[in-house]
T-cell receptor, first 112, second 114 residues
Framework: GAGVSQSPSNKVTEKGKDVELRCDPISGHTALYWYRQSLGQGLEFLIYFQGNSAPDKSGLPSDRFSAERTGGSVSTLTIQRTQQEDSAVYLC??????????FGSGTRLTVV | AQSVTQLGSHVSVSEGALVLLRCNYSSSVPPYLFWYVQYPNQGLQLLLKYTTGATLVKGINGFEAEFKKSETSFHLTKPSAHMSDAAEYFCAVTSTGANSKLTFGKGITLSVRP
């Protein structure tokens, strides 16, 4: 596609439920990143996929968070047993080379 | 390890005044530096970036930034603010080499007074 696509754009879920957020990167981009944007906290790195290498999971805040990238393309970020502090905008970005990143519009997650 | 410091969370300027948004970085290897802008309810848009070469970088909408290694700074400036510049601005750093994660500052909200 022309850009990075994220779905859903908005998600409201009840505390304790699991959610899945999807990211479709630009075709051919080997790198894919997930970030979380919370009010007053800026953008927090979550996880990074590069080709067939093991992902950099150093930013995942707890074991309730996981992500996978299938076939080197689509990625899914899963949050289990959601908590209110998980409410944020989750941004995905992809990159074909150093220094050039394209961001999606994000998924706004609200946990009630 | 790398980090970005954006002092203050909010800057207010008058229309036509100079815009100066400060960014200091920490990186153990030569950095790539970025400024992104986020308008209300929109995604991140790249304003400008420094990778190698000329240390004064010009971006979109009249913004520019200068990489100063001795000061570990990459401040963003615009000579004359416009109402449409009101947004949140993020400075980010990544290290040179293979594709690497961007580390962002906490962002600065710019308000422009008529």
């Amino acid at each position: 596609g022309a850009g990075v696509s994220q779905s859903p754009s908005n998600k409201v879920t009840e505390k304790g439920k699991d959610v899945e957020l999807r990211c479709d990167p630009i075709s051919g981009h080997t790198a894919l990143y997930w970030y979380r944007q919370s009010l007053g906290q800026g953008l927090e790195f979550l996880i990074y996929f590069q080709g067939n290498s093991a992902p950099d999971k150093s930013g995942l805040p707890s074991d309730r968070f996981s992500a996978e990238r299938t076939g080197g393309s689509v990625s899914t970020l899963t949050i289990q047993r959601t908590q209110q502090e998980d409410s944020a905008v989750y941004l995905c970005a992809s990159s074909a080379r150093q220094g050039l990143y394209t961001f999606g519009s994000g998924t706004r997650l609200t946990v009630v | 390890a790398q980090s970005v410091t954006q002092l203050g969370s909010h800057v207010s300027v008058s229309e036509g005044a100079l815009v100066l948004l400060r960014c200091n970085y920490s990186s153990s290897v030569p950095p790539y530096l970025f400024w992104y802008v986020q308008y209300p309810n929109q995604g991140l848009q790249l304003l400008l970036k420094y990778t190698t070469g000329a240390t004064l970088v010009k971006g979109i909408n009249g913004f520019e930034a200068e990489f100063k290694k001795s000061e570990t700074s990459f401040h963003l400036t615009k000579p004359s603010a416009h109402m449409s510049d009101a947004a949140e601005y993020f400075c980010a750093v990544t290290s040179t080499g293979a594709n690497s994660k961007l580390t962002f500052g906490k962002g600065i909200t710019l308000s422009v007074r008529p």
